[in-house]
């Protein structure tokens, strides 16, 4: 299969790391790997923001830099719902709203895609030490993608998956959310913090690299050496097990 990677803005500026797992890992699943040069942001900062014109810009683009593609695979739960919204955004403009429908039908949330339409969950991944997983609202409540991180975690071997107290509730960035309301976030990140560490995990894992920020920094600001890693690092094969 023919896969287009969706790499993101924040892997793609931050995260190079998660890019490279994730190609390589599809890679070992037998798909062949391409990257649409004109990709840039989904639009989803203007959008979540309320400048919903401005953000048909970017969706736009976006439509067209993956219209030829087969498949389009993205390392973030959060992103790809964006794609699911285009069709959305264009519901007044028929020539668009079907261009964006094809895009929205044809995009997966990396681990949603190996599980759901590769039909795999073990991918011959190792690692000792226990790992807790954050779900993020944007890959749960709205992708609706709940079960594949765990499965694919499931078949890692030496790796016990404990569940994180309160999973459900929000790591407090919310994109913009996180710098309009500051105060609150870091409340709510503290919150997820206190979990996390009350799981007694030596990994806290996620599938989108702005929660994992959000959570990684206040981890670190309180001294606690919980590694955060992107799930696709630890199916990859390129994390290192912690030491005691």
């Known amino acids: 299969m023919k896969v287009s990677l969706f790499s993101t803005c924040l892997v793609d500026v931050f995260e190079?790391?998660?890019?490279?797992?994730?190609?390589?890992?599809?890679?070992?699943l037998g798909c062949e790997i391409d990257f649409p040069a004109a990709q840039v942001c989904c639009g989803q900062p203007a959008y979540n923001s309320g400048y919903v014109q401005e953000s048909k810009k970017a969706a736009k683009n976006?439509?067209?830099?993956f219209e030829k593609s087969e498949v389009v695979v993205?390392?973030?739960?959060?992103?790809?719902?964006?794609f699911k919204h285009y069709p959305a955004l264009f519901e007044d403009d028929a020539a668009w709203h079907e261009r964006a429908q094809k895009l929205a039908d044809k995009s997966y949330e990396i681990t949603q895609f190996i599980v759901d339409v590769l039909g795999v969950t073990d991918v011959g991944a190792k690692l000792t030490g226990k790992a807790t997983i954050h779900p993020s609202c944007h890959m749960t409540r709205l992708l609706g993608n709940v079960t594949a991180p765990g499965a694919l975690l499931a078949e890692v071997e030496g790796l016990e998956v404990i569940e994180l107290p309160h999973y459900y509730n929000c790591c407090g960035f919310g994109g913009?959310?996180?710098v309009k309301m500051n105060d609150v976030s870091g409340e709510m990140v503290d919150e997820k913090v206190d979990c996390i560490l009350a799981s007694g995990a030596d990994y806290l894992v996620g599938g989108d690299s702005s929660c994992l920020m959000n959570i990684e920094g206040r981890l670190k600001r309180r001294g606690a050496d919980v590694k955060v890693v992107h799930i696709v690092e630890i199916l990859n094969n390129q994390v290192e097990a912690v030491t005691s």
Do not use: D, N, R, Y
């Not at 973030?76 to 964006?82: H, K, R």
């Open 176 to 178: 913009t959310f996180a």
């Open 62 to 65: 976006m439509i067209k830099a």
């Open 74 to 82: 993205g390392p973030s739960g959060s992103c790809i719902t964006m």
């Open 16 to 28: 190079k790391k998660v890019g490279i797992a994730s190609v390589e890992l599809l890679e070992k």
